[in-house]
């Protein structure tokens, strides 16, 4: 049983589109347009989910990018304005400025160099007070990053249309997936929705594409501590009941996946989200177990096989 839907929120003219409508790593595959770039772009939003080894060059780089120019401003002034530089040609000079920065800037301090003069006095209080607020932003960014709870999903590479035996019987093969938590800690009260987007034929040779929402064997667990392998039975109820692979790649198909599940660290709800192309099916394949028990009898999983998968006759 599937239900049909025209959209998901999409559009008429992005379900049209012959580009997939969700990347693997779950953003939306829309470029936008028409704004100028302050006017859609938000800092705190990038900063906030830009990858950690982004996050750390945007701040050394910003650190740095300050100290030079305040270290630049110094120099100009004139090094008789900062007593103690002891540097003779104009690069160590500036490397001395530079570092006096650093220290003005972080509010250390150490003493050998020291404004002289109103203006270098007021530069320096100046650069203290930068320091200062540029400190809070990275620790507000910083609790951000760490505060906002995401999900870290693994989703198979490829999903599979294996064998299935579960049900009535009424189902012989089924759409399948399989995930895992990456992180140790615990969620619960996980529900998946699987939504096929296709080309249909409509009547006078016209394709459109068509969304339906796949029923699932399960469509929810109450712990997920474990992998889940996410399955939709192929009966003859379904869409897929009876289409080959040529057939779906022929579609254009687009599995979309959206998991929801209550983060138990965070007392919040998480969501996660990806896609399988028909290209990333694999049919006649299933996957292979991953769960085992330890000489301890302790159960053990293992997340380096997640996205093992064996042909089937």
Not at 140 to 166: D, K, M, T
Request: charged share 20%; hydrophobic share 40%.
């Amino acid at each position: 049983m599937a239900r049909q839907f025209q959209d998901l929120g999409f559009g008429t003219k992005a379900a049209e589109a012959q580009a997939r409508l969700l990347n693997r790593d779950g953003s939306f595959n829309i470029r936008r347009k028409g704004l100028a770039f302050f006017e859609s772009f938000s800092g705190y939003h990038y900063l906030i989910s830009i990858s950690w080894w982004q996050f750390c060059v945007w701040i050394l780089g910003t650190y740095v990018a300050m100290n030079a120019l305040f270290g630049g401003v110094y120099y100009l002034i004139g090094t008789n304005s900062l007593a103690g530089i002891d540097g003779q040609t104009p690069f160590e000079q500036y490397i001395e400025c530079f570092f006096f920065s650093t220290q003005t800037f972080t509010t250390v301090g150490f003493g050998r160099v020291a404004p002289v003069g109103n203006l270098a006095n007021t530069v320096s209080a100046l650069e203290s007070m930068t320091g200062l607020l540029s400190f809070a932003l990275a620790t507000g960014l910083l609790y951000g990053r760490f505060s906002r709870p995401v999900a870290r999903i693994i989703f198979s590479r490829h999903a599979v249309v294996a064998p299935y035996n579960g049900g009535d019987g009424n189902a012989k093969t089924g759409f399948m997936f399989r995930i895992a938590n990456q992180r140790s800690n615990q969620l619960i009260e996980i529900e998946a929705t699987l939504t096929l987007v296709w080309l249909e034929d409509v009547g006078g040779g016209r394709r459109t594409r068509q969304f339906h929402e796949l029923e699932l064997e399960r469509k929810s667990l109450k712990f997920f501590h474990l992998s889940w392998t996410v399955v939709h039975p192929i009966d003859s109820t379904s869409p897929l009941f009876g289409v080959t692979k040529e057939q779906l790649d022929a579609s254009e198909a687009e599995f979309l996946i959206i998991l929801k599940a209550f983060d138990d660290t965070f007392s919040q709800t998480v969501y996660s989200r990806t896609s399988y192309k028909a290209h990333e099916v694999v049919f006649d394949h299933k996957f292979k177990g991953i769960i085992r028990t330890g000489k301890d009898g302790v159960t053990e999983i293992e997340l380096d096989k997640i996205h093992d998968h064996e042909r089937v006759s």
